[in-house]
């Protein structure tokens, strides 16, 4: 059984910095393509970042030059980190990964306040 778990939202002020992390058990991070998705209240969701098995990344046009995904491969864990937070970045985060189906996390929620 998948389980992708986030952390690390909160509340912040413009121009302030977050770390979320997605600790994953029953996926490997290490060679599923994973990534982080958000939704903002009334609109759809929408992909921000991806990490493939061989560690390609890819951005949101958006977050570019001020997210960076990572992860490290044995804690099995992916993060977000966020600099440069602008109000139109709050949102509920999601933790998302690829293997034999679609893999969703609970969310978590950031909130940038100015």
Known sequence: QVQLVESGGGLVQVGGSLRLSCAGSGISFSINTMGWYRQAPGKQREVVAIITG????????SVKGRFTISRDNAKNTMYLQMNSLKSEDTAVYYCWGFGKSNYWGQGTQ???SS
């Open 110 to 112: 950031v909130t940038v």
């Open 54 to 61: 061989g560690g390609s990344t890819s951005y949101a046009d």
